[in-house]
């Protein structure tokens, strides 16, 4: 009885976490701005327009990846932790404010990438967002994980400590990229890409096999 | 079966409401505007720009926080509410017209904490829809445990007193930080704050851990 | 199995359905623009253009409550509509079409009730437009109860005959509303108001109680 | 105890992907701008801007109609589809990618449908997007049914075929209507309302009804 409404705490923080990360990366696409027809004359105009979009598109599929991966993660997370308490739903709150936020980085990067003078600032604002993000999800990993706090009886502990390792990469990696914004923008906005692929590659317990089958 | 039909009502008003409660706390990210490379030269510039944006930051977090909580608190009492009927549903989507509100106050905040002519009325009226969303907030939860009407039979009594009193106080502390936006708007900002900080407090019965264990 | 399949499929629509109910009364927000720094000087100046902002709490209210009475009723018929098949799925698509549409007569409507000489057209489209949503919301009841075929097989046949003339009503009296619009649009709003007011009346079946029990 | 995880983790792959067509489908609403009334002196005036805006409205109707029908069908392959693996998840999201960008397109055709030197353009752009989505939900379903990767053990097997050739005709026929663009825009549009209307057409395995009763 306990147990079942345990669970469904961590269901309806699932659920609203789900709503938030689809609307977040759902209003990524307004930041695309269409051109309006006075810009542009005829066809071969209206294409060189579309072609100068190329930052909003960059920021948008960087952007949407990024949250998509989150979300990923976030969705993964759920296999080990079957309970939620009051600070636990706090901390995802904090860190669902980070994710509600990447909209703006992600419209001040597609505006000012193509401007010599504002894309340093444009990338790091954007590199930092990602390493409070990061830090904030470690927060709530962490908080779980900690003397087996909302963890799963069964729960796999290896798993938990390779994923705390993974996961205690992200800061540091974004951290990198955020660095890198000063040298060369385009250095820092590789590193994202970069960790975006890493993210994919398989890893010894995955989200869709539960570890002790 | 009647009760498997009660939980389920339920179950459709809390995923309905999540839905708003996540739609509006992300909507909030729509009014931070991102400065026009027009308005700004160079790098320098824009970290201007990017810091006269402190009013829409401060109104993000601050509104975030609220529907958070007002979130979290929701979520909790469907831990004593196990029934839904007509009128319960209404005095519920009333309430969430008062939540969906909130990202109008919130844009007349960042827009006008800045102008010394403006800044009273904004925060009276940022500081009226909080007193407001509390009452609303107080009438559902006073409607469903008036006469036991719709708590679960195993309801902890005393935690459900508990809850009443604590409820009872959100509109009058609203309604201080109201009075005192008349007076001095820091101040009355520095309510929302510690209300805010108030609510993080562990109290007698927490969401997560049900009363009777 | 056959039937916690076709349950299930319910289950997902309802989910859908809650989910464009729930971003498109949300939406709604967004139409109420906070007016400009440069357009007011001083408090009163602001107090004023707040008070200039009628028209569009007027429509926000009057929308986010026609959709939240339609959510209502679209929760309330699957207590009695327990299958979903491939048509229903698709007048569903079509009813959300319309009630997605909402905000922008509610636009229109907040815009040009001001003008003399456009407030008779927005009301007439406001009302034309939720005669549509009222006939899409009755052909998805009638498609689901015609021959009982997608009625629970213990459905209450005289609820469902009292629902079916509740419903047929709603077209008729928004077609009302729609022809007073070119005599009185403040008669034509009234009937609005009316009408959601006439939906909070109690029903010989409630929504929360099943019939038969 | 597995197996239960991995329905578990269909249901939130599920309920993420309704979340995004939920909001994506909403937010089209947005791309059509309400009429300022600036531009227009009385209702006759206001009556020639609305009726202006049909590119906007056959925008929204056709996106909105698309969405709804990518929706359904997603909604259907999970009859078939019961498990979720890291793979499935990622190509589910790239599916989403394509999904939530389909309001940048549908504006671009609404802004410029009535330029004749942009409305080539515009509706190639269109058609490539679909293009894009029916590639990415063919690669969503080719990847779960190879090999039964993720078929449900008792998954009719002429159904998964039927169906499988079934979305094979997708691609093709949004590229025909991506060539058909550079010819006639007009004639374009119509296969993308013929492949609404084909989609509308009862299969031999209906969603509605598992295919072994």
């Known amino acids: 009885m306990a147990e079942s409404r345990h669970l469904s705490d961590t269901t309806r923080v ?25 810009a542009t004359e005829h066809g071969h ?3 060189a327009a579309l072609r100068g979009l190329w930052p909003s598109y960059l920021g948008y599929v960087l952007s949407f990846v990024t949250i998509g ?21 706090l901390i995802n709150v904090t860190f669902l404010l980070c994710i509600s936020f990447l909209p703006f980085p992600t419209a001040l990067l597609a505006e000012y990438l193509p401007e010599p003078g504002g894309r340093t ?3 790091a604002v954007y590199s930092a967002t990602l390493v409070v993000i990061a830090l904030a999800y470690n927060a709530l990993w962490w908080y779980a994980v900690a003397g087996d706090r909302l963890l799963a009886a069964d729960a796999d502990r290896d798993a938990v400590r390779t ?8 800061p540091i990696s974004y951290g990198i990229s955020f660095g890198l914004a000063f040298v060369n923008v385009w250095a ?3 590193v994202h890409g970069l960790l975006a692929a890493l993210y994919l590659l398989p890893e010894r317990t995955s989200p869709g096999r539960p570890s002790r089958e």
Chains 1, 2, 3, 4 share one sequence.
């Not at 994923?163 to 992200?170: Q, T």
Request: aromatic share 12%; no cysteine; charged share 15%.
């Open 14 to 38: 699932e659920a609203f976490s789900d709503g938030v990360f689809a609307i977040a990366i759902t209003l990524l696409v307004l930041e695309i701005r269409v051109p309006t027809p006075d």
């Open 121 to 123: 600032l444009a990338v």
């Open 69 to 89: 991966i989150m979300w990923a993660n976030h969705h993964s997370i759920f296999h080990y932790i079957r309970r939620a308490d009051r600070y636990f739903v």
């Open 188 to 190: 820092s906005l590789a």
């Open 163 to 170: 994923i705390s390792r993974r996961y205690a990469a992200g």
């Open 45 to 47: 105009t209206l294409l």
